[in-house]
């Protein structure tokens, strides 16, 4: 997973509660990013940083936030205005906006 | 994000056969097109990539063509085995147009194929 860590692995969270998912790189990563998959879905953009204290949102960027206060460290927070959160979500960094990306293992979502 | 189309959605071979996915894009823009191979339960693995100042790449089974007339790409796995079985993504660099009017790059996937590779 090319220094890409993410926490925890599964989450369970109840309907009305706020939920933040972990990802942090030892890659000296400029950019990160934040996506969602579905079953049978393409990866969906949530929010992206290029650089530490910035960050811009993707495609299905409503019921979710994010801060960049450390370069390695990326997390989303999943609020409870997000009506579908159930969901397989990865994480990706890389050195510059437009080159490779390396995805962390993965965070799957259950809202019970 | 700007569209990538991804054909076909599931694919199945037997053992030793040749798999071609194939993916076309519409940002005249896009420069780079890497192909990711995801696991159950993983996160998606790079397994090859192609920019557009050459037309095709190679890495033992696996190559990627590249026609940025025809805004299309392919990934050919020769000689499959059990073990290529996995979804493979194809994604297209390119400027994510945000609801705010900003705009930022970012890679644009499509839905990927699923592989089976029978014995």
């Known amino acids: 997973d090319g220094g890409i860590t993410q926490s925890p692995k599964y989450l369970f969270r109840k309907e009305g509660q706020n939920v933040t998912l972990s990802c942090e790189q030892n890659l000296n990563h400029d950019a990160m990013y934040w996506y969602r998959q579905d079953p049978g879905q393409g990866l969906r953009l949530i929010y992206y940083s290029q650089i530490v204290n910035d960050f811009q949102k993707g495609d299905i960027a409503e019921g979710y936030s994010v801060s960049r206060e450390k370069k390695e460290s990326f997390p989303l927070t999943v609020t409870s205005a997000q009506k579908n959160p159930t969901a397989f979500y990865l994480c990706?960094?890389?050195?510059?906006?437009?080159?490779?990306?390396?995805f962390g293992p993965g965070t799957r979502l259950t809202v019970l | 994000g700007e569209n990538v189309e991804q054909h076909p959605s599931t694919l199945s071979v037997q053992e030793g056969d040749s798999a071609v996915i194939k993916c076309t894009y519409s940002?005249?823009?896009?420069?780079?097109f890497p192909w990711y191979k995801q696991e159950l339960g993983k996160g998606p693995q790079l397994i090859i990539d192609i920019r557009s100042n050459v037309g095709e790449k190679k890495d033992q089974r696996i190559a990627v063509t590249l026609n940025k007339t025809a805004k299309h790409f392919s990934l050919h796995i020769t000689e499959t085995q059990p073990e290529d079985s996995a979804v493979y993504f194809c994604?297209?660099?390119?400027?994510?147009?945000?609801?705010?009017?900003?705009?930022?790059?970012?890679?644009?996937f499509g839905k990927g194929t699923s592989l089976l590779v029978t014995p």
């Open positions: 990706a960094s890389t050195t510059t906006s437009t080159d490779t990306q390396y």
């Open positions: 940002d005249s823009a896009s420069n780079y």
């Open positions: 994604a297209a660099d390119g400027i994510v147009r945000l609801p705010n009017s900003n705009s930022g790059y970012a890679l644009n």
